[in-house]
């Protein structure tokens, strides 16, 4: 049932898998969930460092509990906006590229490609140190290894997106795309992917 999360570790193994037991629903289900779980209790490890008092001026009578449900809820609306802005902007690009693949497929490689994305917000979530005007740095970033030595906002912002999970999750739409369409070599197919992901990912932190 859970075999999905080898996407982690295996994309191409998994997607494969994932392609002969045409159960995407179901998987597309439990990684909403797992993407779900993650973020609350990233919000739960958020909630009480100055990073959330500066970003959220609510009332001190607001009970802890219903502040990580409503922060979660809006954590997760964003990751949906996410979704669906990278879905389109791959449509397009697959309209070039990748003629065979659906909307449905790219969907579901996009939000399985989420997991990573999850898994570093998380992760972030027990080191939060570095600040630049309202947004935390990714310690799996570049920015957070050039930020004693960069103090141009915009410049950390910019390379606050080219980060670890970024690029795992840029992997993880690669090989969803190789294995559903097959047109190119996994070489030519990730660089397309990267680029186009990296690029998306900049443009849309400015504005999401």
Same mark, same amino acid.
């Given at each position: 049932?859970?075999?999905?999360? !080898?996407?982690? #570790?295996?994309?191409? !193994?998994? @997607?494969?898998?994932? !392609?002969?037991?045409?159960?995407? /629903?179901?998987?597309?289900?439990?990684?909403?969930?797992?993407?779900?779980?993650?973020?609350? @209790? *990233? +919000?739960?490890?958020? +909630?009480?460092?100055?990073?959330?008092?500066? %970003?959220?001026? %609510?009332?001190?009578?607001?009970? !802890?509990?219903?502040?990580?449900?409503?922060?979660? &809820? =809006?954590?997760?609306?964003?990751?949906?906006?996410?979704?669906?802005?990278?879905?389109?902007?791959?449509? %397009?690009?697959?309209? =070039?590229?990748?003629?065979?693949?659906?909307?449905?497929?790219?969907?579901?490689?996009?939000?399985?490609?989420?997991?990573?994305?999850?898994?570093?917000? /998380?992760?972030?979530?027990?080191?939060?140190? #570095?600040?630049?005007? &309202?947004?935390?740095?990714?310690? =799996?970033?570049?920015?957070?290894?050039?930020? &004693?030595?960069?103090?141009?906002?915009?410049?950390?912002?910019?390379?606050?997106?080219?980060?670890?999970?970024?690029?795992?999750?840029?992997?993880?739409?690669?090989? &969803? /795309?190789?294995?559903?369409? #097959?047109?190119?070599? =996994? #070489?030519?197919?990730?660089?397309?992917?990267?680029?186009?992901?990296?690029?998306?990912?900049?443009? *849309?932190?400015? /504005?999401?």
């Amino acid at each position: 049932m859970f075999y999905w999360l !080898e996407v982690l #570790g295996k994309p191409l !193994e998994t @997607f494969k898998k994932i !392609e002969q037991a045409n159960k995407a /629903f179901i998987n597309i289900l439990f990684i909403l969930i797992t993407i779900s779980i993650l973020q609350y @209790f *990233s +919000i739960l490890n958020l +909630i009480d460092t100055l990073f959330v008092e500066e %970003l959220v001026e %609510l009332s001190v009578d607001i009970p !802890e509990t219903l502040l990580v449900v409503i922060m979660s &809820g =809006f954590q997760l609306f964003i990751t949906f906006v996410n979704i669906i802005f990278l879905g389109i902007i791959f449509k %397009l690009i697959s309209l =070039f590229f990748f003629k065979t693949m659906n909307f449905k497929t790219i969907m579901f490689v996009i939000i399985l490609a989420q997991l990573p994305n999850s898994l570093s917000l /998380f992760i972030n979530s027990f080191f939060i140190q #570095g600040f630049m005007e &309202g947004n935390v740095l990714s310690i =799996f970033s570049l920015a957070y290894l050039v930020a &004693g030595f960069v103090d141009l906002p915009i410049v950390l912002h910019i390379l606050n997106t080219v980060e670890l999970f970024q690029v795992w999750s840029a992997v993880i739409v690669a090989a &969803g /795309f190789y294995v559903y369409n #097959g047109k190119y070599s =996994f #070489g030519k197919t990730f660089t397309i992917v990267f680029v186009t992901y990296l690029l998306i990912k900049t443009v *849309s932190s400015f /504005f999401i």
